[in-house]
């Protein structure tokens, strides 16, 4: 999304510094052909190990904190993610896959859970309907880590990422804190509250609320369906961290996301009231008795 619009990219100050990066391993489908012949994929525009190289070097240089995250464009389940401060196994990892990848600046000092010390990311689903409303799921969803957080621990998948299958997997420690490593906005607010004196709107969402909506206007030209002939919807999953000064950070945008299981009734009839019930409205005998409103318009 941070790519296609460039002058969010200039503006941006809550999307980490991020590059991407395409695999050179010719037995890639995105390797450059043979005879001379490359395709438009490896200009400068589109492939940035050069510019990530450059960045990577200054911050050396100046004594930054230089741990990144590569992560593949199509992973799933926590796969094809290598964490590093060290650039050229970062770009060597990613030679060898067979799926665009990008470095990311590693988040190195996020909030942490007590007790336990531990890492999380925070999930938000968001609607756009046809005419590119935008809605943001009431409910949200902290994905827990359950091992200590170390920033120099690299070969420790279970304090780095958060992923319920690495989590479920690797930890011994899964569902120690939390059941299924899973939780909710009210016990968060509640955590935050006792822990740090702030509530989560005030300190958190406001923030979500700002990153959604200046993410989804800046993208609304290449991705908008209103000039289609027919009606059509899509359901975002919007992933934040926060660091230790109650920032909000944008991780990645989802455009097939899972759900907690607890939230599926609700997230799904929510979806459908905004989306399909306008055009398709149930008999009035099927009508449900008033419910608060799942989504929030932004």
Known sequence: LIKTSPELAESCIWFPESYVIYPTNLKTPV??????????????????????????????????????????????KGEGILISSDAVELLDFIDNQGQVHVIQKYLE?????????????????????????????REGVLRTASEPYHVDNFQDKTCHLTNHCIQKEYSKNYGKYEEG????????????????????????????????????????????????PYQSFQLFGFDFMVDEELKVWLIEVNGAPACAQKLYAELCQGIVDIAIASLFPPPDSEQQPSQPAAFIKL
Request: a neutral charge; one cysteine or more; glycine letters at 4%.
């Open 109 to 137: 000092r996020p909030l942490l859970l007590e007790p336990g010390h531990r890492k999380f990311d925070i999930r938000s689903w968001v609607l756009v309907d046809h005419q590119y409303n935008i809605y943001l799921y």
């Open 181 to 228: 490593n899973e939780m909710f906005f009210e016990e968060f607010n509640r955590y935050l509250t006792s822990a740090l004196n702030i509530t989560l709107e005030s300190s958190i969402l406001l923030q979500i609320k700002h990153i959604i909506r200046s993410c989804l206007m800046s993208v609304e030209p290449a991705i908008s369906t209103r000039h289609l």
């Open 31 to 76: 390797a450059p052909a043979q005879n001379g012949i490359h395709p438009p994929i490896h200009s400068s525009r589109t492939d940035e190990r050069e510019f990530f190289l450059a960045s990577y070097n200054r911050k050396k240089e100046d004594g930054e904190g230089n741990v990144w995250i590569a992560k593949s464009s199509a992973g799933a």
